[in-house]
C-alpha cells in the first residue's frame, strides 16, 4: 500500500488501514469460532476495540438479531448513552438496510466493511440490493457531514466464511 493512501484513509478514519485490516482479521477468526459470517465491532477514536457482536438471528430465532444491531444496543448500555458518534464501526459485510439506519441514527458516522451487499449475494446469500451509502447520505433536514464509509477489506478471508 502507498504511503500517500494509508495517510489518506488514517485521515479520514482516524485509525491506520493496517489497524483496520488487523481487527478485520481477528473478527473473520471470531466469526469462524461463532459460525456466522456476520460479525461486528464498536472501536474507539484510538482504534482500541470497544465491544464486538455476532449475528445471533439463528440462535434467537429473530431476523432482527443482526450483528451490527445487537452492538449498537450493546454499545449504547455501556457508553450510557444512545449517541455513540465517538465510535467507529467495522463489519465483516456491509450493514443492511436495517442496520444502515440504525448505525446513522446511533451517531455513528465511520463505518468499514468487509464484503459489499452484491458481494454476499454472489456468495450465495439472499440480499436487498439497497447500498448502505444510499440510505445514510440522502437525508432530509440534517446538515450534518456524510458517512464515511470504506468497503473492500479483507474480502477473500471473510469471502472464505460463507464456504461451507
Given at each position: 500500500?502507498?504511503?500517500?493512501?494509508?495517510?489518506?484513509?488514517?485521515?479520514?478514519?482516524?485509525?491506520?488501514?493496517?489497524?483496520?485490516?488487523?481487527?478485520?482479521?481477528?473478527?473473520?477468526?471470531?466469526?469462524?469460532?461463532?459460525?456466522?459470517p456476520f460479525?461486528?465491532a464498536l472501536?474507539?477514536?484510538?482504534?482500541?476495540?470497544?465491544?464486538?457482536?455476532?449475528?445471533?438471528?439463528?440462535?434467537?430465532?429473530?431476523?432482527?438479531?443482526?450483528?451490527?444491531?445487537?452492538?449498537?444496543?450493546?454499545?449504547?448500555?455501556?457508553?450510557?448513552?444512545?449517541?455513540?458518534?465517538?465510535?467507529?464501526?467495522?463489519?465483516?459485510?456491509?450493514?443492511?438496510?436495517?442496520?444502515?439506519?440504525?448505525?446513522?441514527?446511533?451517531?455513528?458516522?465511520?463505518?468499514?466493511?468487509?464484503?459489499?451487499?452484491?458481494?454476499?449475494?454472489?456468495?450465495?446469500?439472499?440480499?436487498?440490493?439497497?447500498?448502505?451509502?444510499?440510505?445514510?447520505?440522502?437525508?432530509?433536514?440534517?446538515?450534518?457531514p456524510d458517512?464515511?464509509?470504506?468497503?473492500?477489506?479483507?474480502?477473500?478471508?471473510?469471502?472464505?466464511?460463507?464456504?461451507?
Amino acid at each position: 500500500m502507498e504511503k500517500k493512501s494509508q495517510n489518506t484513509f488514517e485521515n479520514h478514519f482516524g485509525i491506520s488501514e493496517d489497524r483496520a485490516l488487523e481487527i478485520m482479521r481477528d473478527l473473520t477468526a471470531y466469526a469462524r469460532t461463532a459460525g456466522t459470517p456476520f460479525t461486528a465491532a464498536l472501536l474507539h477514536k484510538d482504534g482500541s476495540v470497544f465491544l464486538r457482536e455476532q449475528n445471533r438471528v439463528s440462535q434467537e430465532k429473530d431476523a432482527s438479531m443482526h450483528a451490527e444491531l445487537l452492538l449498537l444496543q450493546r454499545g449504547a448500555r455501556k457508553a450510557g448513552r444512545a449517541d455513540l458518534s465517538e465510535f467507529i464501526l467495522i463489519t465483516t459485510c456491509e450493514p443492511c438496510p436495517m442496520c444502515s439506519g440504525a448505525i446513522y441514527w446511533s451517531g455513528i458516522r465511520k463505518v468499514i466493511y468487509g464484503l459489499s451487499v452484491p458481494e454476499i449475494g454472489e456468495a450465495g446469500l439472499s440480499q436487498l440490493k439497497i447500498r448502505m451509502q444510499d440510505i445514510v447520505n440522502d437525508r432530509i433536514n440534517d446538515e450534518s457531514p456524510d458517512m464515511l464509509i470504506f468497503g473492500g477489506i479483507c474480502n477473500d478471508e471473510i469471502r472464505g466464511l460463507f464456504k461451507k
